[in-house]
């Protein structure tokens, strides 16, 4: 008996590693699609926000994020108290002594295990912020926001679901983070957008939008790939225990559910770039992969895999759709970022009702409301501060030589690229 | 017929092609080059260390002109050009002894 | 000891959970390549057919394939009899009833994960085609294809075999697919270039071959070492359980076998080349690579890994005179996909013999026919009958221009090239 | 009972199997990464070699290496004695008769995923090598020096400490190769770069530094992001078990050790980079990722997140200060490898005191200048010996056409570059 | 001597240059232009939004010819690059004062 | 005022600069070309398959000087440029009408 549990507890911790690698990996996936969409010149600099945020969610998680996002014990279901760094790691006598039925009343998988998933979430939020403002934000400003969001914005909602606190108790449902992940990571999109405007030239005085084509389009699909594989580990590991049949089958429904949704993204949202523009924009099917992902994650669980496939569709419908939308109203993400991880992120709350009989709508309304004021709230205050305190946007000449050269002093692509595009 | 060669600055081509088009300059040609003169080059780091980039991205125009407007296109060139910065460029005029429109074998003037 | 079981089925489905996550991160390898290995004005396009192909992939197999390749009972060894969508997922109760003997005449992992791991071989296949046709077909009729090899084609040939058709009765031996997988996609291809014909200028009327070089090679490393990492997962995970010291001894045996035969034909495939050529030609030791991947996938568990090593080296050697061969022949295949899967699957199924004591020469020979007699008829009906429909091969002015334009009205690299290339 | 043995065995085998895997994907993260830094014009021929040493080193250590670092009975302890291929995959029925006690005495997982994790290792040191020495070196030489190395260098040294020999009986403690792997690697390098000589142009007689600037950085940064990935691997594989409380406890904690340290080598050297050059050179900050991991490798257990956060920021200052330092010396290293692993690896072998009370500063040094001093005897020798032989520089146009052309043939961007440059 | 600039359509390319090597034509240097003209650039979608590519994909033709066999250039060089199609282009004559072979010093004739 | 045209070998750049900077040359224009002529394009394999790179990558300069300078340039530009190897290129000489320099819109020799 001794021996099973032990094997229990190795074989769950494993799991979460494992699936956790495979998020971590999903920071590549980020930097390789939004280098892929933004302009030679501006792609050493984006490479360097999405590699620095990285390591600064970590570092900021590590730091507050962690203990303020899952405190042993609430203040109350708004405020988790301040706490700083991690818990101690499970004592291998006490999980022993623990009786089945008690088993799983614990996390009884490593604490260390538990952070190192965590952790790799926070930075998927903060990876969907760097495409949208790509090609015209400062660097150094982005990262301090990465800071705050990791340390403070994100954990603070997170606890709020995650943590047990009042979205928790109001029946909210979101399996994975389509909310707390992806909708919180494209309004603090949001937020600096606004407060940024669009890229010169994108928008003519005429109404008329100016299309900025992105310089590497393997790259960005290479990302989609990346974004899509990690996505396993993203929806999979949420289910956090693997070890006995229920869960192994849970795991393997979820895997099959992630795999279809992205499918269906990717063939509606192909559809509709037929339709409407003739022709098979590559871009868009991305973006599809993408919207039909983030459209699952809030219930990839409970759905049969063929409204899973639906629910993907519509994603990826909504996402092509949202992204012109977004144009018309003059707001200039570069990756689609906004479209894809917001308004599917919404979206996927919305379509838990459609499986999960314990859903409400009401509920994942007041959800999405929560997460979307609160993140809109505070990002738009820590960019207005930024804005104030060190300049949020780079000058115009640094915007139209690139800001590769004046953040980075380097150039992505030295030898490809003729400097007057 | 005169061959006027601009070199200019990369992100002036717009504006000097729209400047041209309200003329009665019907085509240009444009090529992607690198300029030496009297605007330096800046220096960037690669890795701790430094270095200068020498030349610098220039764009050259060639437009075929009738010998009759040439003042008219390189004012209005100049105009659309000028930044009064450094390294705004050089107008080059060379005599053309005949021009031919490949599609229809038009010659000299018809063939502009 | 209920415990026990759980925890074998646990394991079991998340080791073939992640075998099948890495098959499907293939699918980024087979793009990567193809891309890296043609012409920069076709890549988008390329891009858009392989992941639009994986996501009709997931579709059809889910609505028709997986249920006509694993049938409850097939009609007969050549016809399982239609059939649509997946069964149902284990009964935790009823897995736990079975006793130990019992146990692995089911597939006790969950069912999901089997579906999971099996759909993402039917990518695979598919994603050869894409390789072969490309620079020159049309996308839709393409992807009309996909339909039909992934729902029919690809389904019914794996019956006779892996849903216990006749060739399984026939003692024809594939462990993991390089007759129905790899020989299938690679016939499919072929008779897909056959009606299409090569790209204009490849041949010139003297007889001689115009080398087309690929456009970015970088791309078609990365997605061979992505095949290569994949490779694992498909060899792997073809043992369908782990959870005991035999079969994790068997499954250690494949990563072996499998990784020893890709660095055998890594070193024969550049050796061949270094000797004809007098260069190292690297697309000559990608393509050396798979080939060695092909060669081992019908055994990769029995070979000792000198052998192993040795039957990927000869899979290098032939994947080099093959495309060779080919060329001679005027059949034209951008990435090597023809002779890479065809001819060195066709091999691997032969090498069977060397190692295997229950497999017979004639079997495997009845085998290797069967699947590709069949398929090269049935691909040739579906794509004549779309040729004659819709035509399938772009204009030649599209396909100067490239299809990248015609077809998806973006272009891959817009900074990077000069048009006239 | 017994099936609880047999589910640890296959779990152990399953973890050690998936970690490999990781460890191996780092093959295409060095390839990404070195192709992403050298110029394009020598692009595919660094591709050429790292896919070729990759072949090459899984062959020679199944035919020499690994029985030399392993062997059953060591003449002495520096001396394996002379050994070749595999030994036997374990007996399932003499592994049951194990008992609990003895069960961790032998390695009771499968003997193949034992070799499989170790052959990846050797790869990787060689695959340092690669970086080093790029744009310059012929491809020949540098393939029969990837032979010795990774058949007799590596194993040879990998035996003191691993394999049991002096280096761990003097308590010299390197827990997954800061020394063993990284520190190999570099100084076989630096080896080779000393007889080889600067690239032209590199230096300038003025004494100040040409830089050359890489030809690809998204390419770079996916190629570290790939590293980072495999990582988790190398180190959390290191622990060799998974399978109970306390084994899976301290994979959890390798893992968040590892990525924290990474981070914190990021965060280092952009700063350092901003304080020096003003700019945030992206390079630097992809160095400093690989600094941080190397710095932590040799110690990844033990430290708290904090420390292992600061043991990586450390090694994140020191790459950096590193290259420019080594620029100093005219030891050109187009990638930074020799200061990432030599310098960073050195430094994780000392930074082991910190924090594990068995590991004395002294054990340390006579492990880090044995491991060194014998690499780099051994490297120079054979590097001059092939020099003698065969020479080991291209000529000087060679270099200035580049080495695709007159190595490999080809070009890696036929269509992107103007040959000018 | 003349110099003979032609801005041809980029797959003409080789069917130019062979028709110019049955003349006594020993070398031509070629660019990569982009070209503005009669012809239109074509529209283009990139995200549900529309734009025109104005400037089209040309190359630059330069052969320094002898006076004598002008003509003779001017015509083959016309038969092989025309498609009858708009933007064929253009072909441009002016005078070369002065031709000089770099590897051997040899000027004017002797240098072509 | 003489516009020099020089189709020279790339890796021969930086020297030609150099010479030309102790000279009055103020400035310079360079465009990446591809030549055929005489030197021969080399053959390359890819996949077994031979072809003959035709086009030889040359650098094109273009540098205004005043007649009275212009063989002193020649002179100069040709010592730097020759290998002595086929194809080292050729020096053009035209005629220059008119120079303008934008910024200014200072003429002639003064624009220089
Ligand atoms: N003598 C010359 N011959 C050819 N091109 C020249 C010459 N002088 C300048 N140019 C071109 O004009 C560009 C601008 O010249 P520069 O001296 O930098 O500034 P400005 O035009 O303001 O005097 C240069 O980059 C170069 O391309
Ligand atoms: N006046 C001009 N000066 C320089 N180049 C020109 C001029 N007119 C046309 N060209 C070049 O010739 C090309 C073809 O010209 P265009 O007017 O489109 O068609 P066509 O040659 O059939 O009349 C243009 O793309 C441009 O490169
Ligand atoms: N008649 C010509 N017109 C224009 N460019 C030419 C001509 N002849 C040669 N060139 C240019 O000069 C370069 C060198 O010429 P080539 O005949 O190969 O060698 P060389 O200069 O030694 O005689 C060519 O690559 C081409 O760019």
């Known amino acids: 008996m001794e021996n099973t549990l032990e094997l229990r507890y190795a074989l769950d911790t494993f799991y ?14 980020f930097a390789m699609l939004e280098a892929g969409l933004v302009r030679a010149k501006n792609t050493a600099e984006i490479l360097t926000k999405n590699i620095a945020l990285y390591a600064v969610a970590c570092i900021m998680y590590l730091l507050v994020g962690y203990q303020l996002m899952y405190p042993a014990d609430g203040v109350n279901g708004f405020w988790p108290g301040i706490g700083f760094l991690l818990g101690a790691e499970n004592d291998p006598a006490a999980v022993l002594r623990t009786s089945g039925d008690e088993w799983y009343s614990g996390s009884y998988y490593s604490a260390r295990s538990d952070f190192f998933f965590q952790v790799v979430f926070v930075a998927t939020a903060m990876s969907i912020v760097s495409g949208a403002i790509a090609e015209r934000m400062k660097l150094w400003p982005f990262l301090f926001f990465a800071v705050v969001l990791t340390g ?11 943590g047990g606190g009042f979205l928790d108790a109001a029946g909210f449902m979101d399996f994975a983070g389509s909310g707390v992940v992806h909708l919180t990571g494209a309004t603090a999109a949001l937020a600096g957008v606004l407060l940024l405007g669009p890229r010169k030239d994108k928008y003519r005085s005429d109404g008329r939008v100016n299309p900025i084509p992105g310089a590497n389009l393997p790259l960005a699909t290479l990302g989609t790939f990346i974004l899509w594989f990690g996505w396993f580990g993203f929806n999979g590991g949420s289910q956090l225990v693997v070890s006995n049949i229920a869960d192994a089958n849970a795991v393997a429904s979820i895997f099959v559910n992630t795999n279809m949704a992205a ?8 559809s509709v770039a037929r339709l409407h523009f003739g022709k098979a924009d590559l871009t868009m099917a991305l973006n599809g992969a ?12 409970i759905p049969v895999p063929y409204l899973a496939t639906l629910i993907g569709a519509a994603g990826g419908v909504l996402v092509v759709y949202g ?15 906004i479209s894809a991880h917001g308004i599917c992120g919404a979206w996927g709350l919305i379509a838990v009702v459609l499986s999960n009989p314990e859903a409400a709508l009401v509920s ?3 959800g999405l409301l929560s997460i979307s004021a609160f993140v809109m709230a505070a990002s738009l205050i820590v960019w207005a501060l930024l804005r104030a305190a060190i300049g949020i946007r780079v000058s115009d000449e640094e915007e139209f030589t690139g800001v590769d050269v004046s953040e980075c002093g380097i150039e992505a692509y030295p030898e490809f690229t003729s400097a007057n595009r | 017929m005169k061959l006027i060669t601009a070199i200019i600055k990369p992100f002036k081509l717009d504006d000097v092609r729209d400047a041209l088009s309200t003329l009665d300059v019907r085509g240009m040609t444009v090529t992607e080059v690198k300029g030496f003169g009297r605007q330096k080059g800046h220096a960037e780091m690669y890795r701790g260390a430094e270095y200068v980039v020498d030349f610098l991205p220039k764009v050259k125009l060639e437009v075929a002109v009738n010998a009759a ?9 100049i105009s659309a050009a000028r930044t009064e910065k450094i390294g ?3 107008i080059f005029v060379t005599d053309l002894e005949q021009v031919v429109r490949i599609r229809t074998g038009e010659t000299d003037e018809n063939a502009l």
């Open chain 1, 16 to 29: 979460f590693l494992v699936m956790g690698a495979f998020v971590m990996w999903m920071a590549a996936g």
């Open chain 1, 152 to 162: 403070f914005i994100y954990p603070l909602q997170g606890y709020w679901k995650w």
């Open chain 1, 263 to 270: 499918a269906g993204g990717v063939a509606a949202a192909l």
């Open chain 1, 290 to 301: 993408i919207g039909g992902l983030v459209s699952i994650t809030a219930e990839p669980l």
């Open chain 1, 323 to 337: 992204i012109m939308w977004l144009d018309r109203l003059r707001i200039d993400d570069p990756v689609g970022a």
């Open chain 1, 364 to 366: 994942q309304l007041i």
């Open chain 2, 69 to 77: 407007i040439i003042d008219q296109v390189i004012e209005s060139l």
């Open chain 2, 88 to 90: 705004d460029g050089k």
